[in-house]
């Protein structure tokens, strides 16, 4: 009884003393001016930013860079007295080439898995996104469930979310290496259904795009997007720190608004 | 798609094209003479150097180009923190045009290699009763008879470097192969067409059809000792 008593007490003295290391050590980083990502960027005077072409989020328009993402990492860089630079990058390759320098961030309409936030320092959630199935249109109706949609085959794209939706629902699927690979699968019968972000599905399948005849129907889960900083970097925090101001003085609902995305916009408080 | 979205597209194209274009000359400019180097370094009589170069030849003709386009443009950054080409188009273009200058060099080298190997001996023999010192002989007797016996394995190597070049798409190089497919996915207001990434293979042919007309004139030129 004692000895538990003893060991009780011995744990709360290590936890103090673990504490008043933390904050110490907390200090010392402050004391240490800006942290040496945050350094490096300003040296440069340039903020990268890993993009890929993907509408609404970044795309091209007169041969500049614009979107919801493109122009909220505008008015971050402008914010930080940086310039921005925008770098078209293999998405396969992200991480390298934040790692590599060639990029300072990824900031791309990023859903916030596991892997991402382990491996680097990453924003607040700014958006919400979703996985869902596509179908032909005839069909639509009789896959409004996920229990009705677990006879289909599936197409999704190797490594993506659709994939990990896909596993955690116990559908047969087939990875292909791409989302749009997938639509094409369903709209060649080579599968009966694809698994792509919601965001995507409303810019490639429906009226008005070359697939017509497909539309999607249920959202399997709900993620949500990020901007993801080199790993420790405290640009991110940087950028938790924007965020609330843009939300507060109305810039990111302004934005979202020219986008049409401010239905799937997370509000930042 | 309609009349603007394919001038959309063409444009695209034609912007990639143009870095393909870029990418296959740099490279032969670069790799035509280093390859005569490294091939002189393998026939060096000093061993060690020679052997070096057989290791090395091992190394770059044996291992996918692909992977060392990735090694060269992430390595230095990734293994010592060095930054060498920057992450703009010019640096990884820069990054492309090293890997394939020095992997077409060592290709090249061991074509050179067999032309040499072609001459018959009795001319080196000649040459030196004659006086020749041996790198004389080289430059003199040799090379252009070299030359006019690898000028077909040459051009098939040309030919594919021409296709190779979309390997580099793997560092984001801007490419042909890059400016189609980034219709696939959705650019421009034009999603999901599998059109664009096919008309790259025009492009492909027309300039290959040219290559061939003129590299067949230039066999025919060449042969002018029979």
């Given at each position: 009884m004692l000895r538990k008593v003893e060991m009780i007490m011995m744990k709360k003295w290590m936890c103090l003393i673990l504490t008043a290391v933390l904050a110490l050590s907390a200090v010392g980083t402050f004391a240490a001016e800006v942290d040496a990502d945050v350094a490096y960027v300003q040296e440069k005077g340039v903020l990268v930013v890993g993009i890929t072409d993907?509408?609404?989020m970044d795309y091209l328009d007169n041969g500049e860079w614009i979107g919801f993402d493109a122009d909220m990492a505008k008015a971050f860089a402008a914010s930080l007295g940086l310039k921005v630079e925008f770098i078209e990058i293999d998405w396969d390759n992200k991480l390298l080439e934040l790692d590599n320098k060639s990029i300072d961030c990824i900031w791309n309409g990023m859903t916030l898995t596991e892997e991402i936030m382990g491996a680097t320092s990453c924003s607040k959630p700014y958006a919400n996104n979703a996985q869902v199935i596509v179908v032909p249109k005839d069909v639509a109706d009789q896959y409004q469930t996920a229990e009705a949609a677990a006879e289909l085959q599936f197409a999704v794209e190797a490594g993506s979310a659709g994939q990990s939706q896909a596993e955690a629902y116990g559908f047969s699927f087939t990875p292909v290496s791409a989302q749009t690979d997938a639509v094409m699968e369903v709209k060649a019968g080579s599968s009966d259904a694809a698994i792509i972000d919601a965001l995507m599905a409303a810019a490639v399948?429906?009226?008005?795009?070359?697939?017509?005849?497909l539309t999607y129907t249920i959202g399997l889960n709900s993620e949500e997007y990020g901007v993801a900083f080199r790993q420790g970097s405290e640009l991110a925090e940087l950028l938790n720190a924007f965020f609330v101001t843009a939300w507060q003085d109305g810039t990111m609902q302004a934005i979202a608004e020219t986008y049409g995305v401010s239905a799937a916009v997370i509000a930042q408080e | 798609m309609t009349p603007e979205q394919w001038s959309i597209v063409f444009n695209a194209l034609n912007v990639g094209f143009l870095q393909t274009l870029r990418l296959f000359f740099v490279t032969l400019i670069g790799a035509i003479p280093l390859g005569l180097l490294i091939m002189l370094a393998r026939r060096s009589s000093f061993r060690p150097l020679s052997w070096l170069t057989q290791g090395l030849t091992w190394i770059i003709r044996g291992s996918p180009l692909m992977i060392q386009l990735l090694i060269l443009y992430y390595g230095p950054g990734l293994a010592f923190d060095w930054h060498p080409w920057g992450g703009g188009e010019a640096g990884r273009f820069s990054a492309a045009a090293t890997a394939f200058i020095i992997n077409y060099a060592f290709y090249f080298a061991e074509i050179y290699r067999g032309g040499i190997a072609s001459i018959p001996a009795g001319q080196e023999e000649a040459g030196l009763v004659l006086g020749m010192t041996r790198t004389q002989i080289f430059f003199k007797v040799k090379l252009l008879q070299m030359v006019k016996a690898i000028l077909p394995p040459m051009s098939n190597e040309v030919i594919t470097l021409v296709k190779d070049t979309s390997l580099s798409r793997i560092i984001a190089l801007q490419e042909i192969i890059w400016a189609g497919q980034k219709f696939l996915k959705g650019s421009s207001g034009i999603s999901a067409s599998i059109l664009p990434l096919l008309c790259t293979v025009v492009y492909y042919l027309i300039f290959n059809g040219l290559l061939t007309i003129l590299l067949t004139r230039l066999e025919k030129q060449l042969s002018y000792f029979r």
């Open positions: 993907f509408a609404p399948v429906g009226e008005g795009t070359s697939y017509p005849d | -």
